[in-house]
């Protein structure tokens, strides 16, 4: 039950929209959950020897249209990994924290959807989910026959919110999108996810989420769409030919960059009210080399004199700020990690607001660090991790979780080195590790680091 009878209820009906990775799928046949399982050391296992993931990768039938052999049951209910792009926070906190000020629970809603398929396809889901939770909702004992609807959405949910509401035109019923980490102009990430990555440490995860990603039409959806590609003396946007010459699917490509001009097209719709991750450091654009996608710290603008600047705008570690941006909304900002934005105490505090229609107050966090560390280790060997920071060391901690059991392991001492604080850490055993660093009463930073057993087997 939520605040029923209370000035501060929402009467509006809502949906949560999760990001890539961010919806558990099960095997329709035999109801056998393929990804959001509860056990951290499933994640080692999978992305080491790769058998478990297998069942993922998208069929010529699937790509064609004939779905139905996975199912998206609901939101992740327990952290989940994926190498490159880092870990994945439950939606738990999320969904609670939105019940608490609505008139019923039963005014939320989740929309699992497979996030292998393309956005379109989810969109076009989405529809039908919504116009169901509404009318249901305005039929409730709790509801209202005015209610409109709210789509609070994190990473690519954004994107399926806004193909909905924009390109199929459900925005009527919609009082507003609120959106958190969503790549609106894509993510260099995608990109080198399909790129092969030769002779990267620890390796033979992230060939594993390769030999995935490229069969994944929502994958591709992410590409950004902005001028990315950095040759030196000018910079332009992402090709098809592109993708094809680091070994991924042109045809998917082409696809995915003919809809994100479809969803930025069209701008009568509902208001979006985006949150926007900073402060991290970020993949911004991309140099292409023997085949290879390479990131860079930095945007390409240019200049008054006509020369290329390039200047570092950062972002939540996935999405740099900018491409989360959409013209005409005012964004909120938040230094916090991708995986993480959708479950922080200032996050809820800005989504309750709005549904309620509170005054939003000043800037999300005060106090600017950033978090710095790989995404896959070696269990039993030292890794290094760095915190960045504008504001006074002593007011800094940092400590390592079990992301499934949250159990403290450790509290690493921080070396300052000028602007940078650096710890070395290890974890004993392999499985998903959460890494915290913490400024007076805001939300930590965090971010999830898989621990695989010993060496690389490609390293060895």
Known sequence: MGLTGTSDASRDAVMVLPGIMGSELVEAESGRVLWGLGDARWYARAWTTGTSLADLRVTDEERHGRTGRIVASRLLRFPAFAPVLRGFEPYTPLI???????????????????????????????????????????????????????????????????????????????????????????????????????????????????????????????????????????????????????????????????????????????????????????????????????????????????????????????????????????????????????????????????????????????AAVALEAPDVVAAGKPFDVAVDLQTDPAAVSLQVTSAHTTQVLRRPRLVQRDDTLTAQIVVPTEGLYRLATKVGGFSPVTQLVLAVRGEDPADT
């Open 96 to 366: 609670a924290g939105i019940r608490r000020v609505m008139a019923h629970a039963d005014a939320v809603a989740e929309f699992p959807y497979d996030w292998r398929l393309p956005v379109e396809l989810n969109a076009k889901r989405l529809a039908v989910a919504a116009e169901k939770h509404l009318n249901a909702w305005r039929a409730h004992p709790s509801g209202s026959r005015r209610a409109r609807l709210v789509l609070v959405a994190h990473s690519m949910g954004g994107l399926v919110a806004r193909y909905f509401t924009h390109v199929l035109g459900g925005g009527a019923e919609v009082r507003t999108v609120i959106t958190l980490g969503t790549p609106f102009h894509g993510s260099v990430k995608a990109v080198q996810i399909l790129s092969t990555g030769r002779g990267a440490p620890l390796s033979l995860p992230r060939r594993r989420l390769r030999a995935l990603a490229t069969t994944l039409p929502g994958l591709y959806d992410l590409l950004p769409s902005y001028r990315c590609v950095d040759e030196g003396a000018s910079a332009r946007r992402l090709t098809a030919g592109d993708i094809v010459s680091v070994g991924a699917d042109g045809e998917l490509a082409t696809s995915a960059l003919a809809g994100r001009q479809r969803l930025l097209a069209v701008t009568d719709g509902p208001h979006t009210r985006p949150l926007i991750g900073v402060e991290q450091r970020t993949a911004q654009s991309l140099t292409f080399r023997d085949g290879i996608a390479e990131g860079r710290d930095h945007v390409c603008e240019d200049g008054d004199d006509g020369t290329l600047n390039r200047v570092d705008r950062r972002g939540d570690g996935t999405v740099y700020r900018d491409s989360a941006r959409l013209d005409g909304a005012e964004p909120v900002h938040l230094p916090q990690t991708h995986g993480a934005i959708s479950g922080t105490a200032e996050t809820l505090a800005h989504v309750r607001a709005i549904l309620t229609e509170r005054r939003l107050g000043p800037p999300l966090g005060a």
